[in-house]
């Protein structure tokens, strides 16, 4: 296991993430749909050459889970790239992060699965960080709020449905079925919602693709490289970039109480890995 390598993969997919990131919020005034499409189409081309490359069956083993994720993946990545609109960069993405504390609730019911009381504690703490940013953050949009909580409902159901499917299908497949599910939804919904984009936009949009993909690649090398307990909390980097991003590039405000909050819940959440990761 080599944790310097490890690391700087990290540091390549969460950067890619975080320009992917930056990308939506700077073409949020297109619908949502339009995003969600290009964002799949590109991915979709990269996943479909590598299946086809290694001649990997493009349909996998357990389809109708690959359906579920699809399905569901496509619902959090919409609402996500939605409350892009409403809600700065740094907030968004540390509020999708909650995303295991939904899935914890959803494992016990379907996967039968023990969470320990510690890591409901640190879940505590990261919803206390989430109620601050309620509460206290004026500059919070309720919508946005809204629209957030609903992407990380539905990413807790990808992690669980992911589970299930388990090592049955390669994890390209497992990717590609989301891709091509979204390609298609986005695609279908765009020709009601089309918006034209201009000059550099058609490039952005293609470039949304090409993060995604690199994104999730250099996630699973980091992971190849290091135990998960090293790796595992790594993740977490992209709310720092995201936030500089925001504050650099976008001129968004954070306000002691929202920083606060986003802070809790990247605590919690990180220490729940560390526990998990140490207790598997």
């Known amino acids: ?22 990308t939506v919020k700077y073409l949020v005034h297109l619908p949502a749909y339009e995003l969600v499409f290009f964002r799949s189409l590109g991915t979709l081309v990269l996943t479909l050459s590598f299946l086809t490359y290694h001649k990997i069956p493009v349909l996998g083993n357990k389809r109708k889970l690959l359906i579920y994720r699809g399905l569901a993946g496509v619902t959090s990545m919409t609402l996500y790239f939605m409350s892009l609109k409403y809600l700065t960069m740094g907030t968004a993405v540390s509020l999708r992060y909650i995303a295991p504390i939904f899935a914890a609730f959803f494992a016990i019911f379907l996967l039968k699965e023990k969470v320990k009381f510690i890591q409901w504690v640190f879940f505590g703490i990261a919803f206390g960080g989430v109620m601050i940013l309620k509460g206290f953050d004026g500059s919070l949009d309720p919508f946005g709020l809204i629209l957030i909580i609903g992407a990380a409902f539905f990413s807790g159901l990808v992690y669980v449905t992911i589970t ?5 299908d390669h994890p390209v497949v497992v990717v590609n079925y989301f891709m091509m599910i979204a390609t298609i939804i986005g695609g279908v919904l765009t020709i009601f919602n089309w918006v034209t984009p201009k000059g550099i936009e058609w490039l952005l949009l293609l470039g949304l693709g090409i993060f995604g993909y690199f994104g999730q690649l250099y996630m699973t090398k980091a992971f190849q490289s290091g135990s998960t307990t090293q790796v595992a909390p790594l993740k ?7 936030v500089s991003v925001g504050l650099l590039w976008f001129n968004e405000i954070y306000t002691l109480w929202s920083l606060l909050g986003i802070i809790m819940i990247i605590g919690g959440l ?9 207790a598997s």
């Open 1 to 22: 296991m080599n944790f310097k390598q490890a690391l700087g993969y990290m540091v390549i997919s969460t950067l890619s993430f975080t320009f992917m990131n930056a």
């Open 164 to 168: 299930k499917i388990g090592k049955q």
């Open 236 to 242: 977490y980097i992209e709310v720092l970039f995201t």
């Open 270 to 278: 990180i220490l729940n890995a560390l526990y998990k990761s140490r």
